[in-house]
């Protein structure tokens, strides 16, 4: 897979449409802790969680194993319906003890991104239990690094060190799920959805998916290594808003186009092309933590930049356009300034 260059010199991309059929077969959830007694900010509550999986049901969507409905909305053979998947990162204890049985009630299927390191620790599941999920109907094990490290760059970091240190996150992990199961997925979920392109590169010579946590749905103009999920912890999940999510289009452009977020201004500027049906007079950008920003539409192509600078590591860019059933188009953009501490 070719990553494609972005200007990094002002973060001003220009995307090239590669049609306007906007499909969106795979909406991907992604949660942490199912829990009433962990961290609010990575956590659903037990009621909002069985809240999501009854609207879910009432909307008749279905829930599909992670890699083959990644599979099948990459191809686009799966029509114009929505189909649902089921993420946890982590491995944290609440999903053996809460949110797999409630699963398994329903016989839905579910994917674990697995840090290695972490298994056995105090509020993580042990291998044991990994196996026991492993050898259920639906679900699936997957790789979400050895240490749970930043993987980008880091702004002083040599060439060498970081190859070197994220080559023994990746595959170090991958050889500790081997050596515990039979064959885990080939997907990657990355920690804080953190990535550059050298790590795109990475994700790709090992032939994995890489899933990343800003919004929106899997369509067929989305890369392979920055595929959207919708994070669900409590902040995010409620049902006044879920349904938007859960019937959510993929914004029609190509994705592997977008830069892969590593800022060098502050505030990042955004463009993609005003490709048929997006109009203008219906599209609606937010930044985080400033709401609603405007936007210019220069030469045929729409340049979203937010009137302020963030403080934050992580923030984004998100727009949406109304479909005309119900649903919107949804693309969102996650930023990473590396001059922010690590979490």
């Known amino acids: 897979m070719q990553l494609k260059a972005f200007l990094k010199s002002s973060m001003i991309v220009t995307l090239m449409a590669t049609g306007t059929a906007a499909r969106a077969d795979l909406v991907v959830l992604q949660y942490h802790h199912v829990s009433d007694s962990t961290p609010p900010a990575t956590s659903t509550s037990v009621s909002l969680f069985e809240g999501q999986l009854d609207m879910i049901s009432d909307l008749e969507l279905e829930i599909v194993d992670l890699h083959k409905g990644t599979e099948a909305a990459l191809a686009g053979t799966d029509g114009q319906g929505n189909r649902i998947a089921i993420t946890f990162d982590d491995a944290y204890d609440s999903v053996y003890h809460t949110a797999a049985p409630l699963l398994a009630e329903k016989a839905y299927p579910s994917t674990i991104f697995v840090n290695t390191e972490a298994v056995g620790r105090n509020g993580y ?58 064959s885990p997925a080939p997907m990657f979920a990355y920690p804080y959805g953190e990535f550059d392109q050298a790590l795109e590169r990475k994700i790709a010579e090992r032939g994995w998916y890489g899933f990343g946590q800003q919004s929106g749905a899997i369509g067929q103009q989305t890369e392979k290594t920055r595929l959207p999920r919708f994070p669900m912890a409590n902040a995010y999940g409620q049902l006044g808003n879920l349904e938007n999510k859960l019937r959510s289009k993929a914004f029609p452009v190509n994705t ?36 609603r ?12 930049k937010a009137p302020e600078a963030f403080n934050s590591r992580r923030f984004r860019y998100n727009c949406t356009h109304p479909v005309g059933d119900g649903s919107y188009y949804w693309l969102s953009q996650q930023w990473l300034d590396l001059s922010k501490p690590e979490d």
Do not use: Y
């Open 256 to 291: 592997g186009e977008l830069p892969d977020g590593v800022i060098s201004e502050n505030p990042p500027t955004l463009v993609f092309p005003l490709v048929d049906p997006i109009d203008a007079n219906r599209l609606t950008c937010f930044a985080s933590g400033q709401g």
């Open 125 to 182: 599941m042990t291998w044991d239990q990994i196996r026991e999920l492993a050898e259920r109907p639906g679900v699936t094990i997957a790789n979400h690094s050895a240490d749970h490290g930043h993987l980008a760059r880091k702004p002083n970091e040599s060439e060498s060190d970081w190859q070197a240190r994220v080559t023994n996150s990746l595959d170090s992990a991958q050889e500790s799920l081997e050596e515990e199961l039979d």
């Open 293 to 304: 920003i405007d936007f210019d539409v220069i030469d045929g192509n729409v340049e979203v």
